[in-house]
């Protein structure tokens, strides 16, 4: 679950990022989020995974009240969401498994139950033969796919993703989706950014509209 009251971000510079935010996304639910460049979508990602401080307003992430909750507890709120950026960052020196496998390892997962999760969630994106690889040896979507199974290898509570498609074609753009609701399916909840409206329209989630910092409702297009 995903809530957010009366939230507003103001940079040192000046600048109003977000506007007075209010909305809520039930557990288990899946939302994507829209709007022009610079209305504010990044930061409130940003917001929501602790990665930004909040300086007003209330945000509350899987039970995780970030609004009064100290510092050293923000890795264990990041342990409950699963975060995709439109670029994979994978390390280059690095195997595909060992690329997924990294948040497991923080957290001080034996090795066997490491090496139980990672391949079932790399089998889950279709990458079961592709452990072993290297980011180089594989395609954008396959980077992309990786950067997908790390975020959701440890089981998050609640994935957010910023332009995950981005850099895709349109099938491949299509099939990410599509894994999303799979992970939707299994109750996850999911809070995904993008800008392609050609893409949003073939589902029919829960829409919202950050402009100028401000946040609405969007109604659903059809396909």
Known sequence: MIELKQVSKRYPNGHLALDDVNFKLPAGDFAILTGPSGAGKSTLLKLIAGIEPLHQGQITVADFALHKMPEKQIPYLRRQIGIILQSPNLLSDKTVFDNVALPLVVAGYSYKEICSRVRAVLAKVSLA???????????????????????????????????????????????????????????????????????????????????????????????
């Open 129 to 223: 033969k592709k452990e072993n690889c290297y980011p180089v040896e594989l395609s954008s979507g396959e980077q992309q796919r990786v950067s997908i199974a790390r975020a959701v290898v440890n089981k998050p509570a609640v994935l957010i993703a910023d332009e995950p498609t981005g850099n895709l074609d349109g099938k491949l753009a299509r099939e990410t989706m599509q894994l999303f609701e799979q992970f939707n399916q299994l109750g996850m909840t999911l809070l995904i950014v993008s800008h392609d409206l050609n893409l949003i329209n073939q589902f029919k989630h829960r829409r919202l509209l950050l402009e100028e910092g401000k946040l609405i409702d969007a109604p659903l297009q059809p396909a």
